[in-house]
């Protein structure tokens, strides 16, 4: 296994295989969250009322993009569904995920709630169907999405040196474990936290 760390993106090789790390944590907020959360300060800006996300991670993400569209408590504003989250990521980070799906031929995502995961596999069947869709399950979440799910592998001690989270390092393992088990050749990874 070889390992490539540039500015925006980490390769590994592993034999004729390729798995592409794309960090969607990297922004001013240092989270995956703030694609989601411009999208929802931008539903509350037309809405004229501050949301209220129960997830505190988007929770303070919106309120940090914009501290009048953000609730601190529930029935401070109106509740956000899931379905609302799924819809942000669609719009606001799917499109980019899925910009690089000609030369995959398939996506891995980490699975909290799903929404991510669902949100990717949507945009996907849309815009490059036949991309296999994998799950790293990791919270209570839903993977339904998926066409294949896995939980976190073993960590390769040289990817332990990245700024990697636990969510990140899992979905690189599960996709070094998938991409052998069901032949795949060319992997995004969708990493969503750093350390």
Partial sequence: MSLEVEEARIVIRAGPRRIFGIPTYLNMLGSVKMAPA??????????????Y??????????????????AA????????????????????????LL?????????????????LGEAVAR????????????AVK???GGCSWADAVYTAQAVDERL???????????AISAALKAAEELNLYSTLVVLTDGR
């Fill in 38 to 51: 411009r999208y929802l300060a931008g539903v509350a800006r037309a809405e004229g009322r501050p949301l």
């Fill in 53 to 70: 996300a129960e997830d505190p991670r988007l929770r303070r993400a919106l309120e940090a993009i914009c501290s009048e569209c953000a």
């Fill in 73 to 96: 408590e529930a029935g401070e504003g109106r509740a956000v569904s899931r379905a609302e989250v799924v819809e942000a990521y669609y719009n606001a980070l799917a499109p980019q």
């Fill in 99 to 115: 910009s690089l799906a000609p030369s995959i031929d398939s996506i891995v995502v980490p699975c909290y709630t799903g929404a």
């Fill in 123 to 134: 945009r996907a069947e849309e815009s490059a169907p036949g991309v296999a869709l994998i």
């Fill in 138 to 140: 990791l919270g209570e």
């Fill in 160 to 170: 332990k040196s990245l700024n990697l989270g636990p969510a990140s390092l899992a």
